[in-house]
T-cell receptor
């Protein structure tokens, strides 16, 4: 069975600090997909990134970067120079690649608060 | 455009009422999903429709009845709900490419309160 662990329940940092959100996953499949979603107070889940298990290249998008390490089953998310608008709950999710079955297993989420 | 719309934004209903939640997407996606999210918890999958057919029902009580009239529209009919059904109901859609796990795009949700 697949599982996603986000050990950090809540994080608070002062604006402009860097912050890393941890995600550790478990799966028996060799082919799988990892996702990060952002959920601001409005409630909508906003897609941030998708990574497949064969692509370990790290990715940077503006102030956001992701570090995928299969050796440690981790897919961590770093926000550089944080801003108040980054305050939200962030979910890491895992999906095993089987046709017709796109079930997402979510972690419990990390609530990030950026203090102005 | 990765927009999924949901109506209404908020809904308050009594335990004897019948109401419906609506979800719409015009991205040509062929898979649509209903999730339930309680406060401070991750979303929980309820139903999946693939090519307008129900493909997954996560043992959801029959007081929740999904419907997919066409590939762009997904409804969730509610009847005789309990106060513990109060939650944020999220709709999502994905392309459903063959053999590929597609990204799910979520709507803004409907905040349901059952009195």
């Amino acid at each position: 069975a697949q599982k996603v662990t986000q050990a950090q329940t809540e994080i608070s940092v002062v604006e402009k600090e860097d912050v890393t959100l941890d995600c550790v996953y478990e799966t028996r499949d060799t082919t799988y997909y990892l996702f990060w979603y952002k959920q601001p107070p409005s409630g909508e889940l906003v897609f941030l990134i998708r990574r497949n298990s064969f692509d370990e290249q790290n990715e940077i998008s503006g102030r956001y970067s992701w570090n995928f390490q299969k050796s440690t089953s981790s897919f961590n998310f770093t926000i550089t120079a944080s801003q108040v608008v980054d305050s939200a709950v962030y979910f890491c999710a895992l999906s095993e690649a089987s046709f017709g079955n796109e079930k997402l297993t979510f972690g419990t989420g990390t609530r990030l608060t950026i203090i102005p | 455009d990765t927009e999924v719309t949901q109506t209404p934004k908020h809904l308050v209903m009594g335990m004897t009422n019948k109401k419906s939640l609506k979800c719409e997407q015009h991205m040509g996606h062929r898979a649509m999903y209903w999730y339930k999210q309680k406060a401070k918890k991750p979303p929980e999958l309820m139903f999946v429709y693939s090519y307008e057919k129900l493909s997954i029902n996560e043992s959801v009580p029959s007081r929740f009845s999904p419907e997919c009239p066409n590939s762009s529209l997904l409804n969730l009919h509610l009847h005789a709900l309990q106060p513990e059904d109060s939650a944020l109901y999220l709709c999502a859609s994905s392309l459903q490419g063959e053999g590929v796990t597609d990204t799910q795009y979520f709507g803004p949700g409907t905040r349901l309160t059952v009195l």
